[in-house]
Nanobody
Framework: QVQLVESGGGLVQAGGSLRLSCAASGRTFSNYFMGWFRQAPGKEREFVTAINWSGGRIYYGDSVKGRFTISRDNAKNTVYLQMNSLKPEDTAVYYC????????????????WGQGTQVTVSS
């Protein structure tokens, strides 16, 4: 079992930055492929980014490429999402996800999910 707790969300003006954190507990964190998803009101959940255990494989959704950066610190059991140049359309609840199978994470079918953290970008 893996528990995931997101933090760092909040209200920011367009053009600003936020850094989200996802702290994991339970099984060996470094064994898991980690990802971030988001869901805006009335919209489907959207893939944001994912990272493998070493950080050598990283994937981004088209809408965030060049603005968001994922990283992880296996010693701290934490994955981060640095969000720069935020836009109002980035407003959503952001979820952290984990699975040993990278395809499950990238496909939005990860076995473990956090409770989400709200990000609101004002124009």
């Amino acid at each position: 079992q893996v528990q995931l707790v997101e933090s760092g969300g909040g209200l920011v003006q367009a053009g600003g930055s936020l850094r989200l954190s996802c702290a994991a507990s339970g099984r060996t964190f470094s064994n898991y492929f980690m990802g971030w998803f988001r869901q805006a009101p009335g919209k489907e959940r959207e893939f944001v980014t994912a990272i493998n255990w070493s950080g050598g494989r990283i994937y981004y959704g088209d809408s965030v490429k060049g603005r968001f950066t994922i990283s992880r610190d296996n010693a701290k059991n934490t994955v981060y999402l640095q969000m720069n140049s935020l836009k109002p359309e980035d407003t959503a609840v952001y979820y952290c996800a984990a699975d040993a199978n990278p395809n499950m994470v990238r496909g939005g079918l990860a076995g473990y999910w956090g409770q989400g953290t709200q990000v609101t970008v004002s124009s």
